[in-house]
């Protein structure tokens, strides 16, 4: 069954400097979605991505965030300097476009950041 | 009111019994409604969408109430597996974000 996945599993970094997150939508999928979680917090919407750019982002999502799509297959979320309280689970997701099933949304098994 | 509001539990059952867990959610011009679940420390994974009429999968059961704004899920026949959070999801609006609930515990115990 495809899935989404996303690498790094951990990544450690220290205060100010950048961090690049990396996702594979499943391959069909056209939207493209990143959220974060706060160890003990609920899932809280970044930013949405169709069509090579953002169709939606929250106020979390300021100019320290962008998101890229750099080929036909990964999505990438960096974060240009870190912070202390960017330290969460980074999930992406993708849905398709149509069938049967439209709007579900997959989840990635998360980048879990750290920020020292 | 918040966008999407659930009982955080936990909710402790017995093996084999029945729990319901309910869901509001405040913009009634929402479109689509999930059901996820959430072992600790892992990604959401979708359980199921609610439909208008109403869903069933198995032991799980999910209906929608637009009037009232809520949705719930009714879990039959817990097995020790359907530990884990229960998370209430809410489309606004077509292809853009969902809103999560904060999610509701359940604990299955033998």
């Known amino acids: 069954e495809p899935e989404v996945t996303q690498t790094p599993s951990h990544q450690v970094t220290q205060m100010g400097q950048e961090v690049i997150l990396r996702c594979v939508p499943i391959s069909n999928h056209l939207y493209f979605y990143w959220y974060r979680q706060i160890l003990g917090q609920k899932v809280e919407f970044l930013v949405s991505?169709?069509?090579?750019?953002?169709?939606?982002k929250s106020e979390i999502f300021d100019d320290q965030f962008s998101v890229e799509r750099p080929d036909g297959s990964n999505f990438t979320l960096k974060i240009r300097s870190t912070k202390l309280e960017d330290s969460a689970m980074y999930f992406c997701?993708?849905?398709?476009?149509?069938?049967?099933?439209?709007?579900?949304?997959?989840f990635g098994p998360g980048t879990r950041l750290t920020v020292t | 009111r918040k966008e999407v509001e659930q009982d955080p539990g936990p909710f402790n059952v017995p093996e084999g019994a029945t729990v319901a867990f309910n869901c509001t959610y405040s913009?009634?011009?929402?479109?689509?409604f999930f059901w996820y679940r959430q072992d600790c420390r892992k990604e959401p994974k979708l359980l199921m969408s609610v439909y208008s009429s109403g869903n069933e999968d198995g032991r799980f059961t999910a209906q929608l109430n637009r009037a009232s704004q809520y949705i719930s899920l009714l879990i039959r026949d817990s097995k020790l597996s359907d530990s884990a959070t229960y998370l209430c999801?809410?489309?606004?609006?077509?292809?853009?974000?969902?809103?999560f609930g904060t999610g509701t515990k359940l604990q299955v115990i033998p």
């Open positions: 991505f169709y069509n090579n750019e953002i169709s939606e």
């Open positions: 997701a993708s849905t398709s476009s149509s069938g049967t099933r439209p709007y579900e949304q997959y």
């Open positions: 999801v809410v489309n606004p609006r077509g292809y853009q974000k969902v809103t």
């Open positions: 913009n009634s011009a929402s479109q689509s």
